[in-house]
């Protein structure tokens, strides 16, 4: 079992930029692969980004490729979401999640999720 806590959400103006927090608690593996999914008011999830838990490989998807950046700290069982230059269209709830496949960009590929963390943008 994995459990997930996103943190650091909150409003922030339009061109501002936000750092997200995942705390990962229980067993990972080392082709594990944490990601970022953003679920805005009446779409679905969306895949963001997502990291390799051993060797911190990265993969965004195209929308936030240069604004956002993820990390992780082994040593907090940490993974970060830093986001520069927000527009409105990034609003919505933003959920960590955990992963099994280094490849994996799907919702369905993610059996471990957080409770999410409101990012709202203002313009």
């Known amino acids: 079992q994995v459990q997930l806590v996103e943190s650091g959400g909150g409003l922030v103006q339009a061109g501002g930029s936000l750092t997200l927090s995942c705390s990962v608690s229980?067993?990972?593996?080392?082709?594990?692969?944490m990601g970022w999914f953003r679920q805005a008011p009446g779409k679905g999830r969306e895949f963001l980004a997502r990291?390799?838990?051993?060797?911190?490989?990265?993969y965004y998807a195209d929308p936030v490729k240069g604004r956002f950046t993820i990390s992780r700290d082994h040593a907090k069982n940490m993974v970060n979401l830093q986001m520069n230059s927000l527009n409105a269209d990034d609003t919505g709830v933003y959920y960590c999640?955990?992963?099994?496949?280094?490849?994996?960009?799907?919702?369905?590929?993610?059996?471990?999720w957080g409770q999410g963390t409101q990012v709202t943008v203002s313009s």
């Open positions: 999640a955990y992963a099994r496949g280094v490849t994996a960009t799907e919702t369905y590929e993610f059996p471990y």
């Open positions: 990291i390799k838990w051993t060797g911190g490989i990265q």
């Open positions: 229980g067993s990972t593996f080392s082709d594990g692969v």
